[in-house]
């Protein structure tokens, strides 16, 4: 095993620029917890972001606090098969000449660690034994969430979900200039912005390529090597097609109601199977799903669902839909987080609902001008039933008000991107 490859800063002192790149937000929501004591879980899809913030943080450990170069073990599990256990001994051995626990602080960096059979209880005994030792995790799937996780490392780490870029990060990165404050102004530009971060799914990497190469480098390079390898590599599976087959369905079909019965005779599998493998996909973070809306939690999840893939950019991908209006139910989906739907036993619908403590907002997605107040009736119901006193239409170009009594759904142009953020959102 040489781990020397994974650590060049033992030898010149710093981390090469190429692993660096451009700093994003979450690099700074981070730095208060560099001198804490508990593990940080850097989680989300593959090639959002972690690695590269990863050495960003061992730069800004030997830049601005002046760490010794030898006192920071990086490994990915995503490019050798080691235990932790082998890993930290070869390291006390070939390069501290001492054992971590002798006093020093350690920053120790694990990345992808979800491939590291058993990882929550070897990490729990790093940890606790060793309490000069910081440790950083990442993994390309919800791994907080992993069997096992929640249990061993209980009270002992901070997670962070890191994303792709979301569209204001997206308009940094492409030095495009927009006053927030005057969207009317900038109504071509957010337009033709917007349409731009639908296919690159605010992915950094995706930003200068043509569409061609975009599909190439989404079905290549990350939807497949997540199907075909990082599934397989953590859970039973018979079928990896079927993973890619229900993928497929999903980007053609967004907000499709998830009726596993009928989607398995349509694959030619059993329901259980197809269930078991959307909940792969699931923690993988390629899909996500909706529950139908009730004031119960617990009876909105023995609910129908609506199923998304976790990207436009995976529908892009698949698909080959890159019309923004065909994808805009999803992208609204996705950026505003929605976790429920609603559907009534009437059939009246509700595209999205989001739901806090704070307050309930349904949202209906309709990406047309000839929008009228009858488009509204099943906000109108939706509100009367539970109890709200505002909902929304998100529109192509339309901007109006509907009222019923004291209720009132606002009708906003998907463009106007800050002012739905600041009225759903914020």
Not at 307 to 334: C, I, K, M
Request: proline share 3%; charged share 30%.
């Amino acid at each position: 095993m040489d781990i020397n490859i994974f650590n060049p800063w033992w030898r010149t002192g710093k981390v090469p620029s190429s692993l660096v790149g451009r700093k994003r937000r979450a690099f700074k929501e981070l730095l208060p917890y560099l001198d804490l004591r508990q593990i940080l879980i850097l989680y989300g899809l593959r090639r959002a972001g972690k690695t590269t913030l990863m050495f960003q943080i061992i730069e800004e450990l030997l830049e601005k606090k002046g760490v010794s170069p030898l006192q920071i073990l990086y490994f990915s599990f995503d490019e050798e098969s080691e235990d932790i256990a082998e890993i930290l001994k070869t390291y006390e051995t070939e390069v501290l000449g001492e054992r971590i626990s002798d006093g020093r602080n350690i920053y120790l960096f694990l990345d992808e660690v979800q491939k590291l059979g058993g990882w929550p209880d070897k990490v729990k005994i790093v940890y606790d034994l060793n309490p000069n030792v910081k440790i950083f995790l990442s993994g390309s799937a919800a791994i907080n969430l992993s069997k096992g996780g929640k249990e061993s490392l209980a009270g002992r780490f901070f997670e962070f979900l890191i994303e792709p870029l979301d569209f204001d990060e997206y308009l940094e990165f492409k030095k495009i200039d927009i006053d927030r404050r005057r969207e009317t102004v900038y109504e071509t530009e957010i337009k033709r912005s917007l349409k731009d971060f639908m296919i690159t799914g605010g992915f950094i990497e995706a930003l200068e390529l043509d569409d061609i190469r975009r599909r190439k480098y989404f079905r290549e390079g990350l939807l497949e090597r997540v199907i075909f390898r990082d599934l397989p590599e953590s859970f039973s599976i018979r079928s990896a097609d079927l993973l890619h087959r229900c993928m497929s369905v999903f980007a053609a079909h967004p907000g499709m109601i998830l009726d596993y019965r009928n989607l398995g005779n349509d694959l030619g599998y059993d329901q259980r199977t197809v269930s078991d493998y959307i909940s792969y996909l699931e923690y993988a973070l390629l899909v996500s799903k909706l529950y139908n809306f009730s004031s119960n939690r617990l009876t909105s999840e023995k609910k129908m669902r609506k199923v998304y893939t976790s990207n436009t950019a995976f529908s892009f991908a698949l698909s080959g839909e890159s019309d923004f209006f065909v994808l805009a139910e999803q992208f609204f989906a996705n950026t505003l987080k929605a976790g429920f739907f609603w559907r009534s036993p009437q059939k009246d619908e509700v595209d999205l609902v989001l739901s806090s403590e704070e307050r309930v907002v349904p949202i209906e997605i309709k990406m047309r001008s000839d929008i009228r107040r009858r488009d509204a009736k099943p906000l109108f119901k939706f509100m009367t039933r539970y109890g709200v006193s505002k909902g929304y239409i998100i529109s192509s170009d339309l901007e109006t008000v509907f009222r019923d009594s004291d209720l009132k759904v606002e009708v906003i142009p998907y463009w106007r991107h800050w002012t739905i953020k600041r009225k759903l959102v914020e």
